[in-house]
């Protein structure tokens, strides 16, 4: 399986360099979040001015007076939203919510003028995050918020926990916290071809029963832009089940008690792996995709990533001959 979730032990830190900034765009405003942005600044401007953005009007059939007291609404719902909105699919549901009883024209116009996510495209969320730990879990531990840029695939990234913390360090595994130990010793040396060495020794955990197109796959950079959406400045909540035949640990990933792998079947950007965990709620939210032809079942008969790297995986061997 190519899904991976490296275990990192360290402080977490924000980064400060002016590249890190230029990264994010102006005032940290991306592609992504632009349209949230963009809801944010009106929803700012209409309580100055008690104006409604110009050009609305040609997305909606209410009139102005109607607008204005949608803006009214959600500004409200915006300052009582704890965290406020960060996501699309985050100021999608708030806006939903808070216009339930407006015609629908209305609600899917607002939606379409600020390019947020439609109604039916968005996936039913539920607090489901366990209560008690499932059985098979041998150990949970969270982690600090997700940096985007260690997102590797649809399947992939790079979490850290704290070593200060003795609940959440006593559940790394120890191979890991003794690399992290040494990479930092060799860092502090200035022996960076070492510590980098060290780091691609790291432990690598699977997350358990999915498995997502890799970037050179077609959706496979859709894959990895959805799970960024996701997870990026989330902390996350592992549940670690075990090891696999590689030696990696297979985990299930929630993040703000959404389970992560529901989302990436639901959404149509993996495959139930049944090969791995066979689960039947895994295989019932992957036919539902197809069903639905979202993601990658908009195409009639999607390549699956693991008969893909077996491929490959051939073919370069044939290469080397």
Not at 10 to 30: A, N
Not at 263 to 269: A, Y
């Amino acid at each position: 399986m190519g899904n991976v979730l490296r275990f990192l032990c360290g402080q977490w830190c924000k980064p400060t360099k002016d590249e890190d900034l230029e990264s994010q765009g102006y005032h940290g405003v991306s592609a992504a979040n632009v349209g949230v942005t963009a809801l944010a600044h009106d929803l700012f401007h209409f309580e100055i001015t008690s104006q409604v953005p110009e050009g609305l009007s040609k997305h909606v059939v209410s009139s102005k007076k109607a607008q204005a007291n949608w803006y009214r609404k959600l500004l409200e719902a915006w300052r009582a939203a704890k965290p406020p909105p960060k996501t699309p699919e985050e100021a999608a549901r708030l806006v939903i919510e808070t216009l339930k009883r407006h015609q629908k024209a209305d609600v899917e116009g607002l939606l379409a003028f600020y390019g947020l996510p439609l109604p039916h495209t968005l996936v039913q969320h539920t607090a489901e995050a366990p209560t008690s730990l499932p059985e098979g879990v041998e150990y949970e531990f969270q982690t600090f918020p997700v940096d985007p840029r260690a997102i590797a695939d649809g399947d992939g990234m790079t979490v850290y926990v704290s070593t200060i913390d003795p609940r959440e360090s006593s559940c790394v595994p120890i191979e890991v916290q003794v690399a992290a130990v040494q990479r930092s010793q060799a860092r502090a040396e200035k022996n960076y071809t070492e510590a980098d060495a060290i780091h691609k020794k790291m432990i690598e955990s699977g997350y358990r029963g999915i498995d997502a197109p890799e970037n050179e796959m077609p959706y496979g950079k859709e894959a990895k832009e959805e799970l960024t959406k996701i997870v990026q400045g989330k902390c996350l909540r592992v549940l670690v089940y075990g090891v696999d035949q590689y030696g990696r640990y297979v985990a299930d990933i929630y993040c703000n008690g959404i389970f992560v792998q529901k989302l990436m079947l639901k959404k149509g950007f993996a495959w139930h792996y049944a090969a791995f965990d066979q689960r039947p709620e895994l295989a019932r939210w992957e036919k539902e995709a197809r069903d639905k032809r979202v993601g990658l079942w908009a195409s009639s008969n999607p390549e699956k990533p693991w008969e893909w790297k077996k491929k490959n995986k051939k073919d370069k061997g044939q290469m080397r001959r």
